[in-house]
Structures are given as C-alpha cells and as structure tokens.
C-alpha cells in the first residue's frame, strides 16, 4: 500500500503595501480611511506542507508567485469606486517570507475579504474562482519549482472587520489553506537510469486530475475536509514528465523525488497503478492499495524493493501456471476460467451453485509454498467474477512452488465465507526455466536450447513408431519434472527434497516431499499434506487439494473409471485433459510408449547403490533424478534418491485382478552391493492412487 510520511510545518506569508502617514482624525463610517491596508498572510493547516517550491522540508514563496484578493468595499485607489475582483499581488523575493507588490484602500464600514493563491488572470466572481489539477504536470530535473503553479490556496474568509483610524488602522490577516494533496515519489529501485514519467491511475470514475470553479468566499471546510468544487471535470490520471535528468539513488532517503499534485479524496479499499518511465522508454508498474489523500497533506511514496515491471499477464487456461522473475518484483495474473470450466459442465463438475457468476465476489489464498516470502497476493487476493484475474507479486531472484486457493467471499471483504472450500486451485512454478521459448525440429536432433535448460525429443526403438507418428512428429518432452528446481538430483535439507512433487493420477494438484512448508503471511505449516483412506469424488479430491487419498487402486468413486486419459471424458489423445496439471500448451505424456527407447543400456546411471541415483537418456542428455514417489496403500513416501517414477496418462483396468491402473516408466535400482541390477521399463502399471512424478510434453 501506499507509505505516508507527514511532516508537521507552518508557513508563515506576509504581504506589505506602502502605508501613508496622516494626522490622526476621527472618522465617521462614511469617511474611509486615507491610507492602504495592510496584509499579513500565513498559512492556517499547521500540519500542511506544500507551497510552490521545497527546499529540502522547507516551505517558501517563488518570487513572481501572485495572489488574488476580493472585497467589496475596499477600493482599488483612494477615490476608486467600492469593490476589488481579483487584484493580483506578487511577491518580491523567493523566501519563506516575502514582500508583495500591490495596493488596496479601505473602504467605509466594515469590510469583507477573500483570497486565493496562484492569481488568474480574468474577470470572475469570488463564487467561481478557477482551480485546476491538471492531467499533465511538467518538472525540471530535481527541481520543485513546478509545485507554484498547481499549489492552489484560499485563505479564511474573513467578515465584518472595521477599518480601524488612520494611525492605527486595522491589519488584514488571512490564512491560507491548501486546496489539493502532495505527493512525492521517491525512487530507490532503478539506479542505472533516469526518471522520465511517472504517472498515478487511480480508479474509473475518480477524478485525481480535476477542472471546475470554488466559492472562496464560503466558509472553510473542517481540516481534512475537501473543498467542494463546481463544475467539475478530470480524469483519473495524472502524469509528471520530467526534462532534465533526475537520477535515482539507492537509498529513498537521499534519492531526489517526483513532485506530483492531485484532487484529494479517499481511495481507501481501491487500487492505484503507478507506472514509471524511464529514459530507455521501459516502464515499470506498481499496483498499490489506496488511501486517503487530505488537502494541505504531503505524502511520501517510497519505491525501494517494491518497484515492479510491468504486470504480465500468464496467458492460456490450465491448472498450473510457470512463471519466469523478473530483474524486479512484478505482478504476474492468470484468470480463473478453469474453474468454471470444471463446475458448469455436466460430464464433470456439474455443481451450479459453485459457478462463480460476474457479479461474485472470491478471494484467493496461497495454500502452501515451499519457501519463504515466494510470492505476494495483491489487493488481499479479492476478485469479482469469472473473468477476475489472481495477481500475484513476485521477488526477483526467488524460485520454488505455490499452491494457489479460491474460496467464495460474498462480503467482498476479503475474508472467505464461513465454512467455504476451495472452489479451484493452481500450481504456480516458479523457475528460471521456459521450456516455451520457440525451437524448430531438425531430423537427428534430440536436445534444443531452451531458457534456463533444454526441451527434448526422444529416438523411437525399433519396435515403435511414436516420435514419428503423425501424433508426435513435432512434439517436444521438458528436460524436467513438473515443480524441479533444476536437472540434477534435487537440493535436500531436514525438511525433504525441494521441488519433487508427486500426483496421483488424474488428479492436478501436486503433494510436495516436505515436511512443512509457509502459507500465505509466511507462517510455517506443519505436515501440510493430509492422508485420507479410502476413495473420494472428484469433486470432493478438487475442493481438498491437499488430501492425499490412499488405500484402494483407484482414488475416485465416481465415473468415468474406465480408460480414459488422466480421467478425461472420452479417449482425447490430441487434447489437454481438464483436470490436466500441465502448464498452458502442454500436458502429461498421453501415452507411456513415448519412452519406448528406454531400456537399461540406453538409461545410464553412474552411481548405482550409491543414492541419490540419476538415470540419464545419453541420446538427449536428459537427466531422470530419483523422486521416489508416495506409496497407494498408505500415503508414506518412498524411494526418494533411489528409484524414479513417471506417470503418462495412458489408463488400464485389469479386469482379472480388477485393478484400476495407469501406465508409467519406472526406473530403480536393485540388488544388494557388488550385485546392484538396473531396472528400467516403460511398461508399467501402477495402481492410480500412487503419486508419481509428471514430465510434461508438448
């Protein structure tokens, strides 16, 4: 959210016209008074803190900056007719207290008076006087010189003052009040270029840059209060463009800022984007809750480690998205299409009351993630509809898993309803790998340079015809499985290994190995997956996605349980599953036989008996690390370091032992030492509640 920082300051403005010196007389009420008025001006918000220039906190008048005064029964010279619009005084020197040029004369009676700051030229009653934030604001370099000509005031009006005699007449003391907010943006993220924009969005229908006309004879608003202001029309933007050069620092405390007047109001609950220019025309946005902005008030925005890059967009509709850091923290959004393509269809979901309509309101959460700090929800997580997006920030240089929730909030307070389960859920796979990078197939050619690693194609055996197949002729196989943090045997500590995950099959949400994990406010989970024994709806495994479900071959009750593609409804052998946990444009293996030239030559392992064992595809130079897998009949995990298990999506019932399976390459290592055998076969079934690993194919 925006960080304010308010800092107490009172501006002291004395405004001085020739005074002529005469006999002491009395007068009567008709006989004005023979000499000038004096004006002494300061400003009344002892907490404000914006006039025309800063130095450093200091507050002072620009020489040439005019105010503009009203009275009806002052004169404009000795013998001038009563009444004086808008007469312009202008200030002499640039200091927090400055002498002003110009004269007024008393009038008869008592007398009224009004003023406002910056002077516009024109002929306009007290009631309309012309205010203005406007959309395009202009600052020179460091310079906050620019703040006089968008720092509006208006003084306290003052009423039924009598003149006083013509040696001791009376003084004129008019406090200013500042009609708009200052903020001031202090960059301390980019420090290798400079500030060419910066610009603040605020909500549609806001009006943060305003035009309209102010009564400055009406009566002072109570502090904090906003000026009513006539008329009015803006926009909901406001942009500083800075000529010169203004280099950021690395420390926002001697980092120069960005001077930016706006329209006071309150922002609270609702979201500004702040986007930053910068001289290579990059720009870089920022998504911050709101708050409110009080006229006279200064507000401090400070951009450290928080300034992200543009929000990117995760594009395509699946169950797990990757997501590459960026240089800085960034926004990333991906939509939650899945989850109603899931429960308003009648083969699968078909639960009407979990469709989330346009006007729903839903929250998301962060269920788990393997480490610390790894992402961020914006706006609390709130959304509405089913085209909201769940927008998720991100630190640079941070990779590892997250699981994803939404629940329903009807209140639209960001709390979840009461006893309310998980509509949906998501992987995120944080990683400096993208296997999307674009490669072209080249006859002979088995490993292609991706970022961050490598995409595969594998060489069929002489039995099978699958790369080759129409099917697969151009298809390509990731150098890793879904979650790793890299090729190679997977980093351990005491809580388990990182980024080997596990999937029953047919099902889209992983089981990590660790032993505890964070949630969303980084607070530690203990034993973060549950076992449940027996067998569950699909429905039920989606709403509990950390529910491992053991004891029977199959995990789910309900149909389809026949042979059907990673529970698909029909065979599907070119389409992605709905319940699919591949990232968009890519799905699990749809059938076992595309590692047909798997065999225990052809899969090298350098360290039998010697775990953590790697199996590696010579041809491809593609690394299979030891994942273990979790056990159907109990949940435990096993044969982490020693065998490898990967699940294709190829289903099989065996009606003789009515078992429910699906087909996998499973590689281990037998034996004991001196006598250790290497076994590989990709041509295994396995009961489907087991939990392998999944290498994703595209």
Known sequence: MLRILKRSLQLIIIIVTPFACAKETQNSPEDPLKNTIKVIGADASAGSETKTTLDGFVTSWVAGDKVGIYSPQARPSVDGAPGVPNLAYTAQSSAAVSDFAGQIYWGTGAHDFC?????????????????????????????SAHLSTYDMMIANP?????????????????????????????????????????????????????????????????????????????????????????????????????????????????TFTINIKTNDDVVYTQTRSGTEFKRGTRYLVKFNDELGANPVGLDGVANCYIINPRDLKTTFTFPITQSNNYWSVVEYGNVPDNVIDADDNWVASVIWQDRSKLVTLVDGGKGTGSAGQVK?????????????????????????????????????????????????KQAGVYAYPVTGGNVHRYRDSTAYTVWEHATYTNSFIMDRFLGAESTNTPYADEKGSYGVLHYQFGRKDPFPTLTSMYDGSNSVILSPITLYSGTVTKNVANQNPTQFVYGSSNWWSDAPTTNTRWQDHGSYASSKPILDPCPPGWRVAPTNLLWNDFNADKLRIDNMGSPPHMWTYTRAGANYPAYGFRNYSDGQIFAVGWQSTVWSAYAYYDSGTTSFNGAALVTNVDGAPGSYTNNVSFMNFGPRSFGFAIRCVK
């Open 158 to 270: 003052i009423a039924n003052l009598d003149p006083g005699t013509e040696n001791n007449p009376a003084v004129v003391n008019l406090r200013f009040n500042h009609v708009f907010a200052l903020l001031d943006f202090r960059i301390a993220s980019i420090t290798e270029k400079t500030i060419k924009e910066v610009e603040l969005v605020a909500p549609e229908g806001t009006k943060i840059s305003i035009s309209g006309d102010v009564n400055i004879a009406s009566a002072t608003p109570a502090p904090g209060v906003s000026y009513a202001i006539g008329n009015p029309t803006g926009t909901n933007k406001v942009k500083v463009t800075i000529t010169g050069n203004l280099d950021p620092t690395n420390d926002y405390n001697t980092t120069p800022g960005v001077f930016m007047m706006v329209n006071p109001g309150n922002y609270t609950g609702q």
């Open 392 to 440: 998720v920030l991100v630190d640079p240089g941070k990779y590892g898993n997250v699981l994803v929730g939404i629940k329903r909030d009807s209140n639209g307070d960001g709390t979840p309803d009461e006893g309310a389960s998980y509509l949906w859920s998501w992987h995120l796979w944080i990683t400096n790998y993208n296997p999307n990078d674009a490669v072209v």
């Open 115 to 143: 003023a406002y700051y910056p002077h516009t030229a024109g002929t306009f009653i007290a009631a309309e006087v012309p205010v203005s934030v406007p959309a395009e604001q202009t600052q020179v370099g460091e310079s």
